[in-house]
């Protein structure tokens, strides 16, 4: 079955990096668009990115353009996002998605804190 299980999270500083990974089985991944989404304290499931079957950048969410990377390898069936300048708002549960299916991984937690 499609699995989606997401790393990478932790306790950052603001100002620092943190790259998150999307590891996906059970379909073939080359073959979907995904996504990337947030959940903040307080704040319904937010979008973050989105990308090509082929590995071109769709959109960013308004809050996070020019800081986050979204990117992929199909050959290791891996979704990533490179989170650079972190601010304690990006604190929250980030999740990856594959949107035809709607299918979510479980998240993995992002705190920006000094």
């Known amino acids: 079955q499609v699995q989606l299980v997401e790393s990478g999270g932790g306790l950052v500083q603001p100002g620092g990096s943190l790259r998150l990974a999307c590891a996906a089985s059970?379909?073939?991944?080359?073959?979907?668009?995904m996504h990337w989404y947030r959940q903040t304290a307080g704040r319904e499931r937010e979008f973050v990115a989105a990308?090509?079957?082929?590995?071109?950048?769709?959109q960013y969410g308004d809050s996070v353009k020019g800081r986050f990377t979204i990117s992929r390898d199909n050959a290791k069936s891996t979704l990533y996002l490179q989170m650079n300048n972190l601010k304690p708002e990006d604190t929250g549960v980030y999740y990856c998605?594959?949107?035809?299916?709607?299918?979510w991984g479980k998240g993995t937690l992002v705190s920006v804190s000094p």
């Open positions: 059970g379909f073939n991944f080359t073959n979907y668009y």
């Open positions: 990308i090509t079957s082929e590995g071109v950048v769709i």
């Open positions: 998605n594959r949107p035809l299916g709607s299918y």
